[in-house]
Antibody, heavy 128, light 108 residues
């Protein structure tokens, strides 16, 4: 079955760029049936959607993070990635990659607005 | 602060029924989704909207909505239902996902 696995540095210094990769196994990132998302959870706190990308190039970001976020795809490696710039301690969190099924109707496709598959998550700490 | 508001904690006796609520203006227009998260694990989808359960989710889990409040109900709570429950929906503009702050469920 399809699995998602996050990878990347667990420690990032303040003001630097956080970079994470999500590897999709058991399925193709180019199937077109899903948006691929990043979500984070500060320790002991709630969830925050960061953004998504579709293999067609469509993407969207959380307005509160948009100026610092870039999400990209590497179809050759079946991976998608997150870059978050100018990090501070407030960006310390468990970062999850997740899958959002597309809902298609009348010739148009939309997010289903839910995440049916998640990676295990990776803790990223911002500290000097 | 979140656009969706949840009670921080709720408890229920084993075998009894418990309701977890989620309030927000966007819920008047958009349905809620519900996730269960156990310690050290990723969230798992339990209600995908309009009381739809993904495959493998117990039928004691259900969702409903009225006005600006969405509810998640467990009928006959089991010990394994302990964990954090998060609601999600769209933001007030309808363009992005937002989550509630989460409710910690304790089964006594």
């Amino acid at each position: 079955q399809v699995q998602l696995q996050e990878s990347g540095p667990g420690l990032v210094k303040p003001s630097q760029t956080l970079s994470l990769t999500c590897t999709v196994s058991g399925g193709s990132i180019t199937s077109g049936d899903y948006y691929w998302s990043w979500i984070r959870q500060p320790p002991g706190k709630g969830l925050e959607w960061i953004g998504y990308i579709h293999y067609s190039g469509s993407m969207d970001y959380n307005p509160s993070l948009k100026s610092r976020v870039t999400i990209s795809l590497d179809m050759s490696k079946n991976q998608f990635s997150l870059k978050l710039s100018s990090v501070t301690a407030a960006d310390t969190a468990v970062y999850y990659c997740a899958r959002d099924p597309l809902f298609c109707s009348g010739g148009s496709c939309y997010s289903s607005w839910y995440f049916d598959l998640w990676g295990r998550g990776t803790l990223v700490t911002v500290s000097s | 602060s979140s656009e969706l508001t949840q009670d921080p904690a709720v408890s229920v006796a084993l075998g009894q029924t418990v309701r977890i609520t989620c309030q927000g203006d966007s819920l008047r227009s958009y349905s809620a989704r519900w996730y269960q998260q156990k310690p050290g694990q990723a969230p798992a989808l339990v209600i995908s909207g309009h009381n739809t359960r993904p495959s493998g989710i117990p039928d004691r889990f259900s969702g409903s909505s009225s006005g600006n409040t969405a509810s998640f109900t467990i009928t006959g709570a089991q010990a394994e239902d302990e964990g954090d429950y998060f609601c999600s929906s769209r933001d007030s503009g309808g363009n992005h996902v937002v989550f509630g702050g989460g409710t910690k469920l304790t089964v006594l």
